[in-house]
């Protein structure tokens, strides 16, 4: 089952991937799915460990990753988002060059 989500979340997230630079909900809805795919991974290299090699500490070190991964993106998001909250300057834009205007 983990195979055909990786599958899945890899069509989806380069289905998204197109409008994300310009939409923050889009975005949010890329990182979402590209944590699933980790998620996916861990899921079949931790499987594998542990069928191979009986090595069961594989999975919570592999779901700490993968829950250090996600949070990166979580904060990256609610940045952005809390910038756009608070009305300020877009980040691509230089303020300073936009007021000597």
Request: hydrophobic residues 55%; glycine residues 8%.
């Amino acid at each position: 089952m983990a195979i055909v989500g990786l599958i899945v979340n890899v069509f989806v997230a380069s289905w998204l991937n197109k409008g994300a630079k310009r939409d923050l909900n889009i975005k949010s809805a890329l990182y979402h799915v590209i944590g699933d795919a980790l998620a996916s991974i861990g899921v079949i290299i931790g499987g594998v460990v542990i069928y191979l090699a009986g090595k069961v500490i594989f999975d919570p070190l592999v779901s700490i990753a993968i829950a250090l991964i996600i949070l990166s993106d979580s904060v990256r998001i609610l940045q952005e988002s809390s910038r756009i909250f608070i009305e300020g300057v877009p980040r691509d834009i230089d303020l300073n060059r936009a007021i000597s205007r």
